[in-house]
């Protein structure tokens, strides 16, 4: 019994905010790099939801360092916080653009009715012949209806060169990205979507649906 004191007080005493590589939720285990309907099917509704949009700007330079391309993405980040009850630690779950960047651990939970698994909306369409590069949006909606998630961004594009007068600013270009996560039952992949301004122009396999 001596043995097991001291392992009961370091986990007393294990740090809020500590990250973590994983939630283990009753629909089963969501990990780094996975979506909000990933999250949604396993875990259900946060206890708690936190979002915002940050601006991001990232600056390339051409080999000549005298042209450069400014990028600024609006970026919608996401806290979603889980609570399991007072005999597990709280998980907060960190989404940019729908997507799973940081699980970080905190203290002991308080509720008294945990989270539970939701149903994920289910595609109406057949994944191997509905989607083409090309598609608008529009198209994809008659065919498929509504995903089961959709994720926003924009990023802005503006040529900077160096003249005799200083600084050139070019005219900004707005671009608007979506992205849209088709589920299609246990036994299928999904299919992740991306949109730039209204036409598709990626589709990508992910993990299997959920019935």
Same mark, same amino acid.
């Given at each position: ?43 259900? =509704? ?8 940050? =601006? ?94 959709? =994720? ?25 990205? =979506? ?33």
């Amino acid at each position: 019994m001596r043995a097991s004191v001291p392992l009961l007080f370091l986990a007393a005493l294990a740090p809020s905010g500590a990250r973590a590589d994983a939630v283990d939720c009753d629909g089963g285990v969501v990990f780094m790099g996975q979506n909000a309907v990933d999250l949604l099917a396993k875990c259900g =509704e946060p206890s708690f939801r936190e979002e915002r949009d940050e =601006e991001r700007s990232t600056v390339v330079f051409d080999s000549s360092q005298q042209l450069t391309e400014v990028h600024t993405t609006r970026v919608h980040v996401a806290r979603w916080t889980y609570d399991f009850g007072p005999t597990r630690f709280l998980q907060s779950v960190i989404l940019e653009n729908g997507r799973i960047v940081s699980i970080q651990r905190g203290g002991y939970g308080l509720a008294t009715a945990p989270p539970r698994p939701e149903r994920v909306s289910m595609a109406r369409c057949d994944p191997q012949r509905s989607f083409h590069l090309g598609d608008s949006a529009y198209e994809v909606l008659s065919r498929c209806g509504e995903p089961a998630s959709r =994720e926003f961004k924009q990023v802005e594009r503006q040529i900077s060169a160096a003249g005799v007068e200083g600084i050139v600013h070019g005219p900004a270009a707005v671009i608007d990205i =979506e992205t849209w996560t088709y589920n299609f039952g246990a036994r299928t992949f999904q299919r992740r979507l991306k949109f730039v301004d209204g036409w598709l122009v990626d589709i990508a396999t992910g993990t299997y649906g959920y019935d």
